[in-house]
């Protein structure tokens, strides 16, 4: 398999630390967390590029911000310059990673400019909105008229559905969380994290004692499998990248600098009553887009929203849940899901796992998401070195 020296490719991926809405990130708005990792991204490029890089645009995802356009701002806060311009992108979980698949199409296009893109989301600083004075914690999903259950109440449905049960949930999520905590110990996040110094410089620790802790929750819903264990928490953060074109027309060094080549990405529709399937499908258009088979994949990285959801996905995918290439050092279930921003946290993932983790070139990795309202995200990456 040999990839094509045109295909664009990100050079650069970092995080910020990941905490529980409420806690150690609570203060910081959507631009206060954005603008540390645009300006890192922008530091690294310039390390591995030779020289800073001419930033066509910053694209972010963001689904439960302030309004108007806090990528033009994070990019103005960074010091990119007021010709930077900026594009918010609100595909609601797969945001972050609908952003960088933006960012990538621009360059596939032929504007050959580097583009930093990601995504960021502040829970705790999120708006309450209102029509007429009425308050409402989020907008439709789907019109007048359909089954249009918010994601918790949806993945109880598809935990029913599939007859996904408590117990393979619970086991699934102290699966990751084990895996997380290992991670943690042996420092394979520092590279990827920008430390916000005064407010979280790393992840809010994996819960301890999971296996004691999960048989204790009691079910969200009445006679119900969800649990607050074996479901994400809503949280604050944000991700980020560089990609730049490959091949002559590349940005400085960007077409010989090791990273990851977007070789194909997808964007599907499910049924909206069951929106956390919509990974799969996502991923096996990709895949196809791609030339690339299951078993080719060495690094999933799959947005553990919930248990039952990311087991739904992998039961479609004929993966097994305690496959070595998914989520490897943990995911959302452990460490949070800051919704507009882990998609792109995903790939921060695959870059750490498998540019920085020296994997060789033309090892393959997925990135994913299923979305509100009936939606799935996934993109196929390429090691080139």
Not at 209 to 234: H, K, Y
Not at 309 to 322: F, H, K, W, Y
Not at 334 to 358: C, N, Q
């Amino acid at each position: 398999m040999t990839e094509s020296p045109t295909l664009p490719r990100i050079v650069a991926a970092r995080r910020t630390p990941i905490a529980t809405r409420g806690r150690a990130l609570a203060a910081l708005t959507v631009e206060q967390l954005a603008v540390p990792v645009v300006r890192a991204v922008h530091d690294d490029a310039t390390h591995v590029l030779g020289l800073p890089p001419v930033v066509a645009d910053v694209v972010l995802g963001n689904c439960m911000g302030p309004g108007g356009n806090p990528a033009r701002v994070a990019a103005l806060g960074a010091g990119l310059g007021f010709d930077v311009p900026g594009l918010t992108v609100d595909r609601q979980c797969g945001s972050g990673l609908a952003a960088i698949i933006e960012a990538s199409m621009a360059i596939s296009a032929g504007d050959h400019r580097p583009r930093i893109a990601g995504g960021v989301e502040s829970a705790s600083t999120a708006p309450t909105r209102s029509v007429d004075g009425v308050a409402y914690a989020r907008a439709p999903f789907a019109p007048a008229g359909w089954h249009d259950p918010d994601m918790t109440r949806a993945a109880e449905d598809l935990a029913e559905h599939d007859g996904i049960s408590r117990e393979r949930q619970d086991a699934y999520a102290a699966r990751s969380t084990h895996r997380a905590a290992s991670a943690v110990a042996a420092g394979r996040f520092t590279d990827e994290l920008v430390p916000l110094v005064g407010a979280a410089e790393h992840d809010e620790a994996p819960r301890g004692g999971i296996e004691r802790l999960l048989p204790r929750f009691t079910p969200l819903f009445t006679d119900g499998s969800l649990t607050a264990g074996n479901t994400c928490r809503v949280s604050d953060g944000a991700a980020a990248v560089l990609v730049v074109p490959g091949g002559p027309g590349g940005a400085a060094r960007g077409s010989t600098t090791p990273g990851l080549a977007v070789r194909a990405h997808a964007v599907v529709g499910c049924d909206p009553a069951l929106p956390g399937i919509g990974a799969a499908p996502a991923i096996l258009d990709a895949l196809d887009r791609a030339g690339v088979d299951l078993a080719q994949v060495a690094a999933f990285e799959i947005v553990e929203a919930f248990a039952a959801q990311t087991l739904a996905v992998l039961d479609r995918l004929g993966v097994a849940e305690d496959d070595e290439r998914l989520c490897a050092d943990g995911g959302a279930l452990a460490l949070g899901h800051p919704w507009g921003a882990s998609g792109a946290v995903a790939v921060v993932r695959l870059f750490s796992r498998l540019v920085r983790g020296g994997a060789p070139a033309g090892t393959i990795g997925v990135a994913a998401a299923s979305v509100g309202g009936g939606l799935g995200v996934a993109a196929v990456f390429e090691v080139v070195r």
